[in-house]
């Protein structure tokens, strides 16, 4: 259920941005630096990849994009208005366990719409166990589900609120190779009907590039932006093409990875 | 346990069974051989309870064992829930009342009894103080660590999906901690129906535990002994078989190891 929502940003035409964002932890008396210096600009309907080393700060920073922790420095802005707290109109998503095992599908995508009047909720509960293909499953527990199951579900459950910006914390980093793949084609499917703002991160090179718009590329801790890839071939992309091999030789070039095992 | 193969149906009651008969068979000639006129053979047992029921004595014990459990449990259980999920939801309050709990769980609710009964004198209230008392521990410390315990990956879910602090607790955490209440519920019954037999030796002159004591103090009917004992034990059994229905239910199966 695709709302136009981008009548409401001021001018700029950018839908996300981070302005010079810092986060610090502090623990036992240390200060950490988990981010320094990010600036990022992300486009109304926009396919964003985080790619870094393990432990950079990747997953730091889809926090400080959802509002669940307050960066140090600087600022994260949404249509213009800055971040300051967990919103329903960005949704993170985890890599595993999000799910809440106690409801059925039904329940989980309806989860956030108890406001909604009956009908309405039940519309759209069903257009979300469409989109995610779980016809079927609607009145099963998610310990009834694959793992790829539930990573829909959890998907479905964040689109049925409506949010502006998806952000998404390796979400098929636990599953098996085989239904990365196919849950890859899904989210790619999804997004092309529904056209959020999404930011993805991942560890996965291929992922990144079958799936972005643009990578970002992480340097290790703190991490600053170290490189923005466009990958500039058009959906459905063959995965043997040269501009596609060339810019996945790119991408490992620029996490410091040998080509050869 | 070595083989991979399930037991077959029949081979699953067929053991215990035999077990149990085995049992009977050493008990029953132990009595004879050793000759003993004061121990009971399982045959007296059955007669003592043929007995009982006859009398319409057993039925009237039992009812009072059981309402003392019903009323003492669910008191603790309403008061305990409440108390347990608040302690869970704010740790600043668990540190300050844990030491207290910590200190107050490990003491028997037999010991409690000289207590009880100065409080209530002899009579139900006494016997039912202690149930509350023996119950209301396991439940508190359940409930709290069930809260405790909820991963914050649910939390941070349910407030990105746009909960306040009430529907949290009442929409993610208590769901969440269900399976771990409902273990504390089960544990507070079992021991509730342990210490009400206790209370009932001393603080009432009614119930399964009386029958216990008065049996063996008006005339050392052991045999009677026995058969309230076999009652506790089948009543024991059935509340904890009754209770374990409730993990069955699907909002709560995924919490449980068994039903994987």
């Known amino acids: ?18 302005e010079q964002l810092g986060v610090i932890f502090a623990r036992d008396g240390n200060h950490i630096a988990a981010l320094e210096g990010i600036s990022l600009d992300i486009k109304d309907g926009e396919f964003i990849c985080v790619v870094g080393p393990s432990g950079c700060g990747k997953s730091t920073l889809l926090n400080a994009m959802g509002g669940f922790l307050s960066p140090t420095t600087g600022s994260v802005t949404i249509d213009g208005q800055p971040v300051t707290g967990p919103d329903r109109r960005r949704i993170l998503v985890f890599q595993e366990r999000g799910v809440f095992p106690w409801l059925t599908v039904e329940g989980n995508i309806g989860f956030g719409l108890s406001e909604l009047p009956r009908a309405e909720r039940e519309q759209r509960i069903a257009h979300y166990v469409q989109l995610v293909r779980l016809q079927g499953f609607e009145r099963a527990y998610p310990s009834d589900l694959s793992g790829g199951m539930r ?82 071939i058009p959906h459905p992309r063959h995965i043997s093409s040269p501009r596609y091999l060339e810019l996945r030789d790119e991408l490992l070039k620029q996490i410091g990875l040998a080509f050869e095992i | 346990m070595s083989d991979l193969k399930s037991p077959r149906a029949w081979e699953r009651i067929f053991w215990p069974v035999a077990a149990a008969l085995l049992l009977l068979c050493v008990w029953h000639y132990a009595v004879v051989l050793t000759a003993t ?25 039992i009812e009072d064992s059981l309402r003392r459990v019903a009323v003492g449990y669910i008191a603790a259980a309403l008061v305990g829930i409440p108390i347990g999920l608040s302690l869970g939801w704010f740790p600043e309050a668990h540190q300050v009342v844990n030491p207290v709990l910590q200190l107050m769980r490990p003491i028997s609710p037999i010991a ?133 229905q409730l993990e069955k239910l699907k909002s709560v199966r995924w919490g449980f190891r068994h039903a994987a």
């Open chain 2, 112 to 244: 409690w009894i000289p207590v009880a009964i100065v409080f209530f004198g002899v009579g139900d209230p006494a016997a039912i103080f202690l149930v509350f008392l023996a119950s209301f521990f396991p439940i508190v410390v359940a409930c709290a660590a069930g809260v405790a315990s909820v991963p914050v990956l649910y939390r941070r879910a349910g407030r990105n999906l746009g909960l306040s602090n009430f529907a949290l607790l009442r929409k993610i955490v208590f769901p969440a901690a269900l399976p771990q209440i409902l273990i504390g519920l089960r544990i507070a019954l079992g021991v509730a129906w342990l210490v009400v037999v206790a209370g009932e030796m001393i603080a009432v002159d009614s119930g399964l535990g009386y029958l216990v004591i008065d049996s063996r103090n008006s005339g050392k009917r052991y045999d009677l002994v026995l058969a309230a004992m076999l009652m506790i034990g089948v009543i024991g059994l059935i509340l904890d078989l009754a209770f374990r």
């Open chain 1, 1 to 18: 259920m695709p709302e136009d929502q981008a009548g409401s940003t001021p001018g700029n035409g950018y839908k996300l941005r981070a």
């Open chain 1, 151 to 232: 990573q829909r579900l959890q998907v479905a459950r964040a689109l049925a609120v409506n949010p502006d910006v998806l952000l998404l914390d390796e979400p098929f980093g636990a599953l098996d190779s085989i239904t990365r793949v196919i849950m890859r084609s899904e989210l790619l499917r999804i997004w092309q009907t529904e056209r959020r703002t999404i930011v993805f991160v991942t560890h996965d090179i291929d992922e990144a590039v079958q799936l972005a718009d643009r990578v970002v590329v992480l340097s290790s801790r703190p991490a600053r932006i170290q490189e923005i890839l466009t990958i500039d």
């Open chain 2, 37 to 61: 006129k004061v121990f009971p053979s399982p045959l007296n047992v059955e007669k003592a309870i043929a007995e009982l029921i006859h009398k319409h004595l057993l039925w009237a014990d």
